[in-house]
T-cell receptor, first 113, second 117 residues
């Protein structure tokens, strides 16, 4: 069975600085997708960024980028120029052949002004 | 609608009562998922529909949980004889057809917070 591990329950970053959130996963599948979702207190899961496992190039979306290391099964999220609105719970998620998302336990990000 | 709509937003029920949670997916989305999120945890998969067919219900925790999507659009998650451990946020997500070569993400609703007294 696939698992997703987020080892940082909480992180803090100063406004305008850069922060990296860690995620590792375990799978025997070769084709899969990885996602980072943001969940503010309003509860809605908002997609931040996605990565296809067959692509070697790391995905980027404006201030958000990933460091995808397939051999190490690592998928970290880098947030550049952090803003107050980035404060939220961040979840790493895996989707394989079963189509369901498998989530990590989340990292609560605080942004200090 | 513009996004996934869930109702009610909050539901309080007494232990032993039955509850029904509704999900309106994004128009045209074929796939629909239900997840359960306990306090301080990540969401956990409950069940998955493709159109009206329930393709995977392996995450339903007991036979008290039942989901349906009779016309391939709106879905209802029903919990019978509720227990305190059912207290959680129930999230619904929809997407265009999922599959091995589809990178389409799942779009989530705001969830229903269920509290069992």
């Amino acid at each position: 069975a696939q698992t997703v591990t987020q080892s940082q329950p909480e992180m803090s970053v100063q406004e305008a600085e850069t922060v990296t959130l860690s995620c590792t996963y375990d799978t025997s599948e070769s084709d899969y997708y990885l996602f980072w979702y943001k969940q503010p207190p309003s509860r809605q899961m908002i997609l931040v960024i996605r990565q296809e496992a067959y692509k070697q190039q790391n995905a980027t979306e404006n201030r958000f980028s990933v460091n995808f290391q397939k051999a190490a099964k690592s998928f970290s999220l880098k947030i550049s120029d952090s803003q107050l609105g980035d404060a939220a719970m961040y979840f790493c998620a895996y989707r394989g052949a079963t189509n369901k998302l498998i989530f990590g336990t989340g990292t609560l990000l605080a942004v200090q002004p | 609608g513009a996004g996934v709509s869930q109702s009610p937003r909050y539901k309080v029920a007494k232990r032993g009562q039955d509850v029904a949670l509704r999900c309106d997916p994004i128009s045209g989305h074929v796939s629909l998922f239900w997840y359960q999120q306990a306090l301080g945890q990540g969401p956990e998969f409950l069940t998955y529909f493709q159109n009206e067919a329930q393709l995977d219900k392996s995450g339903l925790p007991s036979d008290r949980f039942f989901a349906e999507r009779p016309e391939g659009s709106v879905s209802t998650l029903k919990i019978q004889r509720t227990q305190q451990e059912d207290s959680a946020v129930y999230l619904c997500a929809s997407s265009p057809r999922q599959g091995r070569y589809s990178n389409q993400p799942q779009h989530f609703g705001d969830g229903t917070r269920l509290s069992i007294l």
